[in-house]
């Protein structure tokens, strides 16, 4: 069972605010992600982690910003949402073993800029 | 750059029903992964796959990695309503780890 916490679950923002987008793990997992999903569809990894301040863009590009001060801790930052970020925006953490590589999921944050 | 062709898209079954799925692609992975979400949800992982040729089991769900390393397929019996939802692949190498487009699980009343 994956210990990865996201909040706030579910946010309605309005046009031009700031939000960060809060991801916690207790795994200790060094590497970390962030992957956009819109209702029913595949998933964009748009930020990810190798450790303590590694940070790297994704596949798909995002507005959005990343910092990973913490093992811990890799939360994701709007500077001014618009309505084209409405979206699902799913964290995730990976653990390394020599038999392969295994990703978690969490459960996702639902943001909705109006 | 790397990619995953999940099939199919989308299948509607009755209930009962066994369902089968698959991954390929033109590369060689060295993980495969499968994972199920539901709706408002995040993927959860179903079974891991880690060597070529192994054959997982998870309850009802059953799942291999291609002895070319370049495909896996997930298949489910008996299906039952709460199987309904979207199953992602992905594979793994060197480091990086891709994602199939996923295969969308309706069962008809």
């Known amino acids: 069972e994956a210990d990865i916490y996201q909040t706030p679950r579910y946010l309605v923002i309005g046009t031009g605010k700031k939000i960060t987008l809060e991801c916690s793990q207790t795994?200790?997992?060094?590497?970390m992600y962030w992957y956009q999903q819109d209702p029913g569809m595949e998933l964009h990894l748009i930020h990810y982690?190798?450790?303590?301040?590694?940070?790297e863009k994704g596949d798909l590009s995002s507005e959005s910003t990343v910092s990973r001060i913490r093992t811990e801790h890799f939360p994701l930052t709007l500077e001014s949402a618009r309505p084209s970020h409405t979206s699902q925006y799913l964290c995730?953490?990976?653990?390394?073993?020599?038999?392969?590589?295994?990703?978690?999921f969490g459960e996702g944050s639902w943001l909705t800029v109006v | 750059g790397q990619q995953l062709n999940q099939s199919p898209q989308s299948m509607f079954i009755q209930e009962g029903e066994d369902v089968s799925m698959n991954c390929t692609s033109s590369?060689?992975?060295?993980?495969w992964l499968w994972y199920k979400q539901d709706p408002g949800e995040g993927p959860v992982l179903l079974i891991a796959?880690?060597?070529?040729?192994e054959l997982t089991s998870n309850g009802r769900l059953t799942a291999q990695f291609g002895i070319t390393r370049k495909d896996s397929f997930l298949n489910i019996s008996a299906s039952i309503p709460s199987d309904v939802g979207i199953y992602f692949c992905?594979?793994?190498?060197?480091?990086?780890?891709?994602f199939g487009k996923g295969t969308r699980l309706h069962i008809l009343p």
């Open positions: 590369s060689i992975f060295n993980t």
């Open positions: 982690s190798y450790g303590v301040n590694s940070t």
């Open positions: 796959l880690y060597k070529a040729g």
């Open positions: 995730a953490s990976s653990e390394w073993r020599s038999s392969g590589n295994t990703i978690y």
């Open positions: 795994m200790g997992h060094d590497k």
């Open positions: 992905a594979g793994e190498r060197d480091d990086k780890i891709i």
